[in-house]
Nanobody
Framework: QVQLVESGGGLVQAGGSLRLSCAAS????????MGWFRQAPGKEREFVAA????????YYADSAKGRFTISRVNAKNTVYLQMNSLTPADTAVYYC??????????????WGQGTQVTVSS
């Protein structure tokens, strides 16, 4: 079973950037769509971005468009989320997710443990 491990979270000032990484172990990401969700304090988890396996097509929540970029290196079983122009509203725990059944932006099957991103004003 694939396990997902995130890294790269931390504290950053508003306007700054962070790059999150997600590494898979216990299997490959072949045929998995991959993505990121986040959960802010007191709020529900929400979809952030996703990338398909085959064509590398990308999808973003409105809040991420123009600021975040998702990418993947299949040979390394790794997915990235480059986050620019961060604001305090981006403060959340960010989760890497994977799915092979078309649910990547709703109820993905696999979840990482999460990494905290805190943006100070």
């Amino acid at each position: 079973q694939v396990q997902l491990v995130e890294s790269g979270g931390g504290l950053v000032q508003a306007g700054g950037s962070l790059r999150l990484s997600c590494a898979a172990s216990g299997g490959t990401l072949d045929n998995y769509a991959m993505g990121w969700f986040r959960q802010a304090p007191g709020k529900e988890r929400e979809f952030v971005a996703a990338i398909s396996w085959s064509r590398g097509a990308t999808y973003y929540a409105d809040s991420a468009k123009g600021r975040f970029t998702i990418s993947r290196v299949n040979a390394k079983n790794t997915v990235y989320l480059q986050m620019n122009s961060l604001t305090p509203a981006d403060t959340a725990v960010y989760y890497c997710v994977g799915d092979r059944n078309g649910r990547i932006n709703t109820t993905p099957a696999y979840w990482g443990q999460g990494t905290q991103v805190t943006v100070s004003s």
